[in-house]
């Protein structure tokens, strides 16, 4: 399966969808899948399958081309939803392509009022990013009259830390919301739906657990690991106490140490912020970037495995190296370590 002469990307379909289908046994009536941005980086067309493969009719994309696009892939009478809404040069191949703008503030819905077909609602309950604010709610009523808003949702800021006190304000401000409208309502992704039964509602919007990252900050990962990302070594070396390793010799051996030359760097997506702090797994040891990381290559320590050669495959994702454990070297979120993975890997998608 592996490819020993370029970095290759796993992509475990099952797992994704086995991360779905947790998500669906929370216990909200209908549970969507978010696969804005090609499915957080993976691949928008085989992830939707994967979930539609398990009963996934609902789905979310961020722009409006992503929702054209994801139109050829699932099934017609599925619904998309577009987070960004709608622009007035977007609105009649919107309705041709039977896809649902969340309409955002007031000069959305103007533009979309006139297709009489359904809509969804964002209310704005604390993130102050997108969604119609508490103080327009005169527009909440106008609104409510119309028979096609099908779906009226908010977002949390901190859905990822079950402790802060602004879940429960944002909570407590979108229960005030819902009492304006009938129809079903939606107020959590993959963090907020794993608080507790009360940040259900009717649907909720995972995104990130389906690709394996944490939900949460802390605390075990309710979702399985779906990446594996393998990169072979292209040459082995010793270095001598006091030599430097890569651009800007940024790291100084302290000591003899034993190297590997790895085939992956920033062009391919691994982010040149997991310099001198990023890892790798080879034969189960953590073997630590050496250096900067470069265009095409990266350095690790392998003074602590044995009988490493050229050839031999590294595992910088995977089950024993977690993408949150690498993103967090790298000063970043598993959000940003997926999407910034590259079209230059191999990719090997499967079923397992
Ligand atoms: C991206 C996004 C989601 C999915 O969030 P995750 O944290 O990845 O689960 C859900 N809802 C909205 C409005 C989003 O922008």
Redesign the pocket.
């Known amino acids: 399966m592996s490819d020993h002469t370029q970095s290759v990307l796993d992509i475990n379909l099952s797992a994704m969808a086995r991360n779905w289908s947790k998500f669906s046994k929370l216990g909200a009536k209908t549970t969507a899948a978010?696969i804005?941005a090609d499915a957080y980086g993976l691949g928008a067309k085989e992830a939707a399958r994967a979930f539609q493969d398990v009963g996934c009719k609902d789905f979310?994309v961020?722009h409006f081309d992503e929702a054209v696009k994801a139109r050829s892939f699932i099934s017609a009478t599925s619904r998309i939803f577009v987070?960004n809404g709608v622009f007035s040069n977007q609105s009649e191949i919107m309705a041709e392509f039977d896809l649902i703008p969340i309409i955002n503030s007031i000069e959305q819905y103007e533009i979309w009022e006139n297709q009489n077909l359904p809509f969804a609602l964002h209310i704005d309950t604390g993130m102050n990013r997108l969604g119609l604010r508490f103080d327009e709610y005169n527009n909440f009523e106008k609104i409510s009259k119309n028979a096609n808003l099908k779906l009226v949702?908010s977002?949390l800021a901190c859905?990822s830390d079950p402790n802060s006190s602004k879940n429960i304000t944002q909570l407590s401000l979108f229960k005030d919301a819902c009492e304006y409208f009938e129809c079903e309502k939606s107020l959590s992704?993959?963090?907020g739906a794993l608080l507790s039964d009360d940040y259900l509602f009717d649907l909720i919007?995972?995104?990130?657990?389906l690709y394996g990252g944490n939900?949460h900050d802390f605390g075990d990962n309710f979702s399985e690991a779906v990446v594996t990302l393998k990169s072979p070594i292209l040459q082995t070396r010793i270095v001598k106490k006091g030599e430097s390793i890569g651009y800007g010799a940024s790291f100084i051996a302290k000591k003899d140490m034993n190297i590997a030359t790895v085939a992956l760097g920033y062009a391919d997506g691994f982010l040149r912020s997991a310099s001198n702090s990023g890892f790798a797994i080879i034969k189960n040891t953590k073997c630590k970037i050496l250096g900067r990381v470069s265009m095409d290559l990266i350095a690790i320590d392998i003074s602590n495995v044995e009988s490493v050669k050229f050839g031999d495959t590294v595992e910088f994702l995977g089950k024993n190296a977690l993408i949150d454990d690498q993103a967090n070297c790298a000063n970043t979120i598993s959000?940003e370590f997926l999407t910034r993975l590259g079209n230059r890997f191999k990719r090997n998608y499967f079923y397992e």
């Open positions: 978010v804005k979310f961020a987070l949702l977002h859905g992704a993959s963090g919007r995972p995104g990130i657990g939900p959000y």
